[in-house]
């Protein structure tokens, strides 16, 4: 049950998506939505003579003026005036918070202490960066113990949604939220397993079918062989989905502030909204 979204907030169009997304879940649920801005404290800290690009969305390296703060403060005030007017809008309790520190980790932080984090793929910065997927949305998935959907810069209707299964804890609790949504607006769910052994895959996905099917809830079962991203690009060139849900972890033990590699992979790949389960 989602009863609280943490939405991170800067002037990207990501952030606006998430947003759209954030206020269409809360709804659903009738959820309340926090709207954080995070002033971050490497601007000041950090010398200024260090290239920032291995550190946060690649950022150009700049002298900041000492009253840097003070200006940013006056724009997440008016970022997050414009976030709680849109959530008020739409008949929703909501709060906003500014917090100082490292974005990635006060997000993480602040995440568990929500049922879900909805923010950009990408932060205002992406125009400087080399990769598909922002520092702080990949450090915020390394770290969260709490469920994180990563949006793209536009936000569009969940209509239809993969499921990757691999039977995992992370996969269990990713397919009871995907039922969850599935039950409260119109979703078509499909369920993928990759395994190379065929008769494994179809047993894994017994084990889904036997979770989804007394729902009474709409989905198709799949198994494929070969490389999980390689697999996944496959299944969505075949049938389009609007949605990627997945575990964080897999059935790596090591699961504490550790990404499973699949799982890091897919979300890199997919140009899709991504729902990260832990």
């Keep these: 049950m989602i009863k609280s979204i943490l939405v ?10 998430a947003l759209e997304h954030g206020v269409e879940l809360a709804k659903l649920y009738g959820a309340r939505v926090t709207g954080l801005y995070v002033l971050d404290i490497r601007y000041l800290e950090m010398p200024p003579s260090l290239d920032y ?11 900041v003026p000492p009253d840097v703060m003070e200006k940013f403060k006056v724009k997440s005030e ?18 906003t918070r500014v917090e100082e520190g490292v974005p990635g ?21 992406a125009k400087w960066g080399r990769d598909l997927l922002g520092a702080t ?10 469920p994180v959907l990563l949006v793209e810069e536009k936000a569009r209707p969940v209509g239809r949604a993969l499921i990757l299964f691999d039977g995992s804890h992370s996969a269990n609790r990713s397919l009871k939220m995907a039922a969850d949504l599935a039950e409260r607006v119109p979703v078509e769910l499909r369920v ?16 889904a079918r036997s979770y ?33 849900i997945l575990g964080m972890r897999g059935h790596s033990p090591l699961r504490h502030f550790i990404l499973g590699r699949t799982t890091e992979q ?13």
């Design 8 to 17: 991170p907030v800067d002037a990207s169009a990501y952030a606006r998506a």
């Design 53 to 63: 690009s291995y550190t946060f969305e690649a950022v150009p390296p700049t002298v």
């Design 78 to 95: 008016r970022i997050l005036s414009d976030f709680a007017r849109e959530v008020e809008k739409a008949g929703l309790p909501v709060e």
């Design 105 to 125: 980790q006060v997000i993480a932080d602040m995440g568990n202490v929500h049922d879900l984090v909805v923010m950009g793929k990408r932060g205002e910065y």
């Design 137 to 146: 949305a990949e450090s915020v998935a390394r770290r969260s113990g709490t």
């Design 192 to 207: 993928l397993t990759v395994d190379d052994d065929a008769d494994r895959g179809r047993s894994t996905l017994g084990e």
């Design 212 to 244: 989804l099917e007394p729902l009474g809830l709409k989905a198709t079962y799949s198994v494929l062989p070969g490389r999980v991203v390689k697999s996944v690009t496959f299944s969505l060139a075949e049938e389009p989905a609007d949605l990627v």
């Design 266 to 278: 897919v979300m890199r790949s997919v140009g899709l909204p991504v729902l990260l389960v832990p």
